[in-house]
């Protein structure tokens, strides 16, 4: 699969982004807003050892079939494979799968370092 780093790891502002809008578009359809705290463990990129694996805690900005955006306190690295833990609409019942981090942009806020990053579902 074609994967940019650069694109990736853009560090712009958002509004600095030259990105056409229909572009983005071609992305939204199936994705629905979830606002809810998951769970992850891992982080260590594909094919790359002697790395130590994070765990935390993280916000849904979005979710559809094939990935989801999450808001981070850290930049996870580029083609790191996450097992991340999403709410069910029960509180008793969490659904484990494994994500691919495929993008990371700063967040622009002054005064906290948060970064929002794209996930591809791999189960």
């Given at each position: 699969m074609y994967f940019d780093e650069a694109v990736a790891r853009d560090e712009r502002p958002w509004d600095e982004w030259d990105l056409p809008m229909h572009a983005l578009d071609v992305r939204r359809p199936g994705r629905v807003p979830?606002?809810?705290?998951?769970?992850?463990?891992?982080?260590?990129?594909?094919?790359?050892?002697?790395?130590?694996?994070?765990?935390?805690?993280?916000?849904?900005?979005?979710?559809?079939?094939?990935?989801?955006?999450?808001?981070?306190?850290?930049?996870?690295?580029?083609?790191?494979?996450?097992?991340?833990?999403?709410?069910?609409?029960?509180?008793?019942?969490?659904?484990?799968?494994?994500?691919e981090v495929r993008w990371v942009r700063r967040v622009p806020f002054e005064e906290a370092t948060m970064y929002c990053a794209g996930f591809r579902f791999l189960l």
């Open positions: 979830l606002l809810a705290r998951v769970s992850y463990e891992g982080g260590v990129p594909v094919g790359e050892s002697g790395l130590s694996p994070r765990s935390g805690h993280a916000l849904t900005l979005n979710v559809s079939d094939s990935g989801m955006c999450l808001l981070m306190e850290h930049a996870p690295e580029l083609e790191a494979v996450l097992r991340v833990r999403i709410p069910t609409t029960t509180s008793l019942a969490r659904i484990p799968t494994l994500a």
